[in-house]
C-alpha cells in the first residue's frame, strides 16, 4: 500500500500529542450518567457531566420518551421543512417559548449546531460581529461561518466593547455583538445588562449562548436573561437541551420574526434530520417538571455552594466562577492531567482541561457540581481532593 492512505502526517501530529503529554484514550461509561459512575471499569464519582439537574436518567424523562417512541417510531424521517416536521416539535417550541418568556424558539439538533446556524443566517457582507474573547468554540466557528466582518473585545471588558463600538459602528450597516452568558471553563457570567445598554445606544443587536445558563440561572432554570430581567432586549438568546435538560439539542429564543427566518436560512435545518420524537418527548417533560418547581435549580445551587467553599478553604484556586462550574486551577499542563489522574485513581473523575481549550499556563480540572449530588458524594470528593493536593505539594 503506498505510503499516501497510511496518513504519516496525523501519525506525527498524534506523536507529538504524546510527547507533550495531553494524548488521551476516550473515557467508556458503562450506565447512565448519574452522580456516581462506572467509567473505565472503575467506581468513581463524577465531578465531569453537564447533567445539572439529575434529568438525564430521570424516570419521568425516560417514560416519556418512551411514549414518544410508541406514537411517533424513532426517527422523524426527514429535514423538517420536507415531512420531519411533527406536531410534537411544533408542541415543544411552543413550550420552551413559553419556558423562556419569549415570543418564539426555533430548536436545532444541538447547541454546536444553533450557533453554526444561526450567525451566517443573521449576518453578511457589510455586518460587523464583535465577539468576547472567551466565547465558546461553536461561536467562533458560527462567526467563521459568516462573510460578516469579525473582531474581539477583552473579556468581559465594557470599556473595551465601548472602544470598539465607537470606532467601528458607524461602517456597518449591521453589529451583533455575541457572547456566552455562562462561560464555561470559568464558570463567571457575561455582564449582560451592561452589554445590551451598550447595544441598545450604539443600535447593535445582542445573541447570548446560554448553553450553561440554560437550566442553572433564573427562576428555575430559565437562564442569564431571565437572571437579569433582560426579556425583549436580547435579540438571539441560545439554550442547549443536553445540559441541565439532560436530553439533546439546542435552541434560539427570540421574536417570531427570528424564527420565520430561521425556518429559511438556518443551515443544520434544512440539510439535518429533526430531533427524534423520544428527545422532544423526555425535553418537554424536563421542560414540564422546570416550570413547576425549583426544587432541582435549589438543589443544584446549595451543593455548588457546599463544594466551592470546601475546594476554597482547603487552598485552591477556584478563580471567578460564579456558577456550579467549579474550576480548580493548578496551572502547567503536564502537571494538571496527572493531577486529573490521580483524583481518577481515589475514585473521583475529574477531567483536566488544558491549552488549546483554555490558555497555556491556565491548566484546571473542572468540577462540575450537580443536584444529583448527595453531600456525603460531595465531602468524600473533597477529601480526595485533599490527599492529591498535599501529594503533589499542590497545597
Known amino acids: 500500500m503506498s505510503s499516501i492512505h497510511e496518513l504519516s502526517f496525523l501519525k506525527e501530529k498524534i506523536q507529538e500529542l504524546k510527547n507533550d503529554g495531553v494524548y488521551r484514550k476516550l473515557p467508556v461509561l458503562e450506565g447512565a450518567n448519574e452522580s456516581e459512575v462506572t467509567l473505565n471499569g472503575k467506581r468513581v464519582i463524577n465531578l465531569s457531566s453537564n447533567n445539572y439537574l439529575g434529568f438525564a436518567s430521570h424516570p419521568r424523562l425516560k417514560k416519556a420518551a418512551i411514549e414518544a417512541v410508541e406514537k411517533y417510531g424513532v426517527g422523524a424521517g426527514a429535514v423538517r421543512t420536507i415531512i420531519g416536521n411533527m406536531d410534537i416539535h ?187 420524537p423520544a428527545a422532544v418527548g423526555s425535553i418537554m417533560e424536563a421542560v414540564r417538571i422546570l416550570m413547576s418547581t425549583t426544587e432541582y435549580t435549589d438543589k443544584l445551587w446549595d451543593n455548588a455552594k457546599y463544594f466551592k467553599e470546601k475546594i476554597s478553604k482547603l487552598g485552591f484556586d477556584i478563580g471567578k466562577s460564579e456558577t456550579p462550574i467549579t474550576p480548580v486551577i493548578i496551572g502547567e499542563e503536564a502537571k494538571t492531567m496527572e493531577f486529573s489522574k490521580k483524583l481518577f485513581d481515589k475514585g473521583v473523575f475529574v477531567s483536566g482541561i488544558v491549552f488549546p481549550t483554555v490558555p497555556k499556563g491556565t491548566g484546571r480540572v473542572r468540577c462540575m457540581v450537580t443536584a444529583g449530588h448527595t453531600k456525603e458524594q460531595l465531602d468524600r470528593a473533597v477529601e480526595v481532593f485533599k490527599k492529591v493536593g498535599e501529594d503533589m505539594r499542590i497545597l
Open 90 to 276: 411544533e408542541d415543544m417550541e411552543k413550550l420552551l417559548a413559553e419556558f423562556k418568556r419569549e415570543e418564539a424558539v426555533m430548536v436545532f439538533q444541538s447547541g454546536f449546531n444553533c450557533n453554526a446556524g444561526t450567525i451566517q443566517a443573521v449576518t453578511e457582507k457589510g455586518d460587523l460581529i464583535i465577539s468576547d474573547e472567551l466565547n465558546h468554540a461553536s461561536i467562533i466557528d458560527g462567526a467563521r461561518l459568516s462573510r460578516a466582518d469579525k473582531t474581539v473585545f477583552k473579556h468581559a471588558d465594557m470599556n473595551h466593547l465601548e472602544e470598539v463600538l465607537k470606532e467601528k459602528r458607524d461602517n456597518y450597516r449591521n453589529v451583533l455583538i455575541i457572547t456566552d452568558g455562562v462561560f464555561s471553563m470559568d464558570g463567571d457570567i457575561a455582564p449582560l445588562p451592561d452589554i445590551v445598554k451598550l447595544a441598545e445606544k450604539y443600535g447593535a443587536m445582542t445573541y447570548v449562548d446560554d448553553a450553561h445558563g440554560s437550566g442553572v440561572l433564573g427562576e428555575s432554570g430559565r437562564g442569564t436573561v431571565d437572571h437579569f430581567g433582560l426579556h425583549g432586549r436580547v435579540d438571539f438568546t441560545i439554550g442547549t437541551l443536553s445540559k441541565a435538560i439532560g436530553v439533546i439539542g439546542g435552541y434560539v429564543a427570540g421574536s417570531e420574526t427570528m424564527r420565520d427566518w430561521l425556518s429559511h436560512r438556518g443551515r443544520p435545518l434544512l440539510f439535518s434530520t429533526s430531533l427524534p
